[in-house]
């Protein structure tokens, strides 16, 4: 089964947000307990899913920022002129 990381982090940001709601309206501290426990967990296993997702790119660290060009795409862009 294929889990994608972007659905994760939304989970667990929710999750994580939604432990700060509970705690500072009062809840009973056993569900903000078990929520946290959970949310850090969740939090554990999308930070690994992320760093070994199989995500490929052409894009290298000569390439910067792609709204702002320097290295070889502003090079191109000079041969192009």
């Known amino acids: 089964?294929?889990?994608n990381a972007i659905p994760?982090?939304?989970i667990?940001?929710?999750?994580?947000?939604?432990t700060t709601i509970f705690s500072s309206l009062n809840f009973e501290f056993k569900w903000v307990f078990y929520l946290m426990v959970f949310g850090q967990g969740i939090f554990v296993f999308t930070v690994y899913k992320v760093l070994t997702d199989l995500?490929?790119?052409?894009?290298t660290f000569?390439?910067?920022?792609?709204?702002?060009?320097?290295?070889?795409?502003?090079?191109?862009?000079?041969?192009?002129?």
Do not use: A, R
């Open 1 to 3: 089964m294929k889990v």
């Open 8 to 10: 994760l982090l939304l």
């Open 12 to 18: 667990t940001t929710l999750i994580l947000v939604m």
């Open 55 to 59: 995500y490929k790119t052409d894009k």
């Open 62 to 81: 000569e390439d910067f920022y792609e709204d702002h060009p320097i290295g070889k795409e502003e090079k191109q862009l000079e041969d192009n002129k």
